[in-house]
């Protein structure tokens, strides 16, 4: 069994940053796209940032320039640095990582359970 912990939300100020980690544990043989979705009320879960195994990376156009998503390999982590934020950054952040238990195994999406980040003065 994979789980995922997300850690590092909270309440911020409007320019105030903010780290997101989400670490993967259980029976991990391989790991693939890494990445970090949102939730608002009302609206869709959204891509805020992708990163696949080669390094490369993708971002919403409403996050491009001020958040970095990385990931170690070694520790099955990925992280979102978040700067800059905004009032509409506020949403609930999932990661979601593709991995493959063992190496006869399928790859499956995994999701973490969801960390609030409200940005507020």
């Known amino acids: 069994q994979v789980q995922l912990v997300e850690s590092g939300g909270g309440l911020v100020q409007p320019g105030g940053s903010l780290r997101l980690s989400c670490a993967a544990s259980?029976?991990?043989?391989?790991?693939?796209?890494m990445g970090w979705y949102r939730q608002a009320p009302g609206n869709q879960r959204e891509l805020v940032a992708g990163?696949?195994?080669?390094?490369?990376?993708n971002y919403a156009d409403s996050v491009k320039g001020r958040f970095t998503i990385s990931r170690d390999n070694a520790k099955n982590t990925v992280y979102l640095q978040m700067n800059s934020l905004k009032s509409e950054d506020t949403a609930v952040y999932y990661c979601?990582?593709?991995?493959?238990?063992?190496?006869?195994?399928?790859?499956?999406?995994?999701w973490g359970q969801g960390t609030q980040v409200t940005v507020s003065s």
């Open positions: 979601n990582m593709d991995i493959k238990p063992s190496y006869n195994s399928r790859w499956y999406g995994y």
């Open positions: 259980g029976s991990i043989f391989s790991s693939n796209t």
């Open positions: 990163m696949i195994s080669n390094g490369n990376t």
